[in-house]
């Protein structure tokens, strides 16, 4: 019974050497079996961070393309606007000088009868006492001032070439020396002018 029981160093000693190569010969295979999937993930991982630069690059040469159309469309607005700022002050400028100029076109156009009555009353003042007739020129002088600080002209265009922007001839005589083809011969109504502008053509007879 006690050979049965006596335990052998040698061989214990044996058994635990081969228990030892057999788990250094398992940890390889293991170590390998995990490696592949560490390499994929790291791999990944790289490609992952290679995308992202090239990603935000793409995205950031957008953002820039759709800036830039942003401001080539907001100044072409502001291009337009200026235009037509310019066209109404221009066009403003242009009222405000017409009014100022032609304002009192109506009025002035409501007096050339007036104007004509004073001047048949002067004519007819020869045959009156003296004192009617200075009253008379004085009055027409003064009216003939006013006129013309208000840009009020006369046209009086005898014997000069007929123009028919300003004058309407209302008969026709023969030419001589004295007055020419195409020349005024008698104006029988003066014509009148505001700052240029025609309110009454003048009435003559035209040598033809």
């Known amino acids: 019974m006690a050979e049965e029981n006596t335990v052998n160093p040698a061989e214990e000693l044996k058994k635990a050497g081969e228990e030892v190569r057999e788990g250094e ?33 793409s995205s950031l040469e957008a953002e820039l393309q759709a800036a830039k ?6 100044y ?23 009014a100022r100029l032609f304002g009192i076109e109506s009025f002035a156009k409501n007096l050339i009868p007036v104007i004509d009555s004073l001047e048949k009353a002067l004519e007819a003042a020869s045959q009156a ?4 007739r200075k009253g008379l020129e004085v009055t027409m002088r003064q009216l003939n001032h006013a006129l013309e600080v208000s840009g009020m002209k006369a046209i009086c265009p005898e014997k000069e070439k007929f123009d ?24 029988f109504q003066r014509g009148w002018t ?13 040598a033809g």
């Open 25 to 57: 010969l398992e940890s390889p295979d293991a170590s390998e079996s995990s490696s592949p999937t560490a390499t994929t993930e790291g791999a990944q991982t790289e490609e992952k961070k290679d995308e992202s630069p090239t990603t935000d690059v």
């Open 69 to 74: 159309d942003k401001a080539a469309e907001s």
């Open 76 to 98: 072409e607005l502001y291009i337009r606007a200026a235009a037509e700022m310019e066209n109404t002050r221009r066009r403003c400028a242009q009222d405000v000088m017409k």
């Open 129 to 132: 006492d003296e004192a009617t």
């Open 164 to 187: 028919p922007t300003t004058s309407q001839a209302i008969a026709t005589v023969p030419a001589d020396a004295e007055h020419p083809a195409g020349t005024v011969v008698v104006v």
């Open 194 to 206: 505001l700052n240029d502008r025609v309110l009454r053509a003048a009435m003559v007879s035209v």
